[in-house]
């Protein structure tokens, strides 16, 4: 189930239009490159007659008329099938229906696969729970437990990375470390009264690239009350519900907030679960004030007749990481007739983002809370995901750096150049 979760908006429009999800590049600037390349029958030898292509690629009008003529064309078959023999089409036909075999059969698959998580969640659940526990100061880590979660660090490291004479190096300084430490513990000089695991949770989804970006300044404060994170999966309907358990805090009563996600009881042609719907918990604020996913804006107005001034406060919504407990909606075929202002692309795109959160924290954070919180996960994400094609960027501007500090050089500014590079 870590794969996207198809919206069914989007398998619509997939199946009418060309679409990011169905097209890598775009059809109208695909034709242009073609047309960019003349052959020889476009050239004159005494430079008459010739197209300025450029000039042609950068004519809205053009590319307009070009755009709606390939929307025409998509989708339209080609007639190469048509054309073949009756007994190759006889064939292509026996295909479909095996075809719709497998599907069925995929169909099948993919639910036992979900009886299956569902099996091995009730062995995640004891171990979650003792974690939590850990985190929240209910129970301590035994020493078997401590040697257990080193030698696992140390032979995955060896693993990933090798050993060579810096990790050895690494590795003496942190034995020094935990000597130090072990004896401190001996003689009582740890005087930390902190239990468990401080903000846990907030610096695990600091980490998580896709719900980090929803966390504001003011969200960490109520977040640094978040106690667990868990997952469970519905009973009489394909889903999962998120939950979140929280201590007390002065922002809102609730000790629970949970996030509820839907599946379509089908797969869809590529064999995905399809995504329904979200529902979320509607959270008890206990004052507007302390409403995160608002803010009180304050306006002077200033009466006509009697000039006497008053202070007008107006709650606006604002970006918020506890919006993500009043998911958007997908409205039906009858509310987009009704409400013609509403922005398609922007309300799929906010669909799209909402269950791809949700299906990081179940796949992702959830499984690995420990590692996002010591940032390992994250690193791995840079390393190896698409995080790490920011780094070409990068490397870009340091280029461009080097050759603004070669023209430096050349007016004399070499020695400053230097400078801003040993700083």
């Known amino acids: 189930m870590s794969e996207p979760i198809k919206s069914k908006r989007i398998e619509q ?25 003349p052959g020889v029958s476009t050239i004159a030898e005494d430079g008459q007659g010739e197209v300025d292509l450029g000039a042609l690629s950068r004519d809205p009008a053009l590319l307009s008329h070009l755009a709606g003529r390939l929307n025409q ?11 073949l023999p009756l007994a190759v089409r006889r064939r292509i036909d026996g295909l479909k ?4 075999q497998a599907s069925v059969v995929e169909d099948e698959f993919h639910k036992e696969m979900l009886e299956l998580e569902r099996k091995f969640q009730a062995k995640f659940a004891p171990i979650y729970a003792e974690r939590a526990a850990v985190i929240g100061g209910e129970k301590e880590v035994s020493e078997e ?12 490291m060896e693993r990933m990375f090798g050993v ?13 470390e935990d000597a130090k430490d072990e004896e401190e513990e001996k003689e009582g000089d740890d005087k930390s009264d902190a239990k468990g695991i401080p903000y846990f949770w907030l610096t695990a989804i600091q980490n998580l690239p896709g719900a980090s970006g929803l966390i504001s300044e003011r969200d960490s404060e109520a977040l640094k009350s978040l106690m667990n994170v868990r997952m469970e999966y519905l009973d009489d309907k394909p889903g999962f519900v998120l939950i979140f358990d929280f201590a007390e805090n002065e922002f809102f009563t609730n000790k629970q907030l949970k996030k509820s996600y839907f599946y379509l009881d089908k797969v869809s042609d590529t064999g995905e679960l399809m995504y329904d719907h979200a529902e979320g918990e509607e959270i008890d604020w206990k004052s507007p004030e302390q409403n995160l996913t608002m803010e009180i804006t304050k306006r002077k107005q200033r009466n006509k007749h009697t000039k006497a001034t008053r202070i007008v406060e107006k709650a606006v919504p604002t970006e918020s990481f506890f919006t993500f407990f009043s998911p958007p909606k997908a409205l039906d075929e009858e509310e987009e007739d009704e409400d013609e202002e509403v922005d398609h692309e922007e309300r799929d795109n906010a669909l799209q983002l909402d269950y791809q959160i949700g299906e990081e924290i179940k796949e992702q954070l959830i499984p690995r809370a420990v590692d996002w919180f010591t940032g390992f996960a994250l690193e791995m994400e840079m390393e190896h995901g698409d995080m790490g094609e920011f780094e070409d960027e990068d490397d870009d501007e340091d280029e461009d750096d080097d050759d603004d500090d070669d023209e430096d050089d050349e007016e004399g500014g070499k020695k400053e150049a230097q400078e801003c590079k040993q700083s």
């Open 13 to 37: 429009l997939s199946s009418i239009a060309p679409t990011p999800q169905n097209t890598p590049a775009s059809n109208a600037s695909s034709f242009l490159q073609r047309a960019a390349n």
């Open 73 to 83: 064309m998509a989708g339209t078959s080609s007639g190469y099938v048509d054309s």
């Open 97 to 100: 229906a095996l075809h719709q």
């Open 145 to 156: 437990q401590v040697e257990a979660g080193k030698k696992y660090e140390q032979e995955r």
């Open 164 to 176: 060579d004479g810096d990790d050895v190096e690494e590795d003496e300084d942190e034995e020094d």
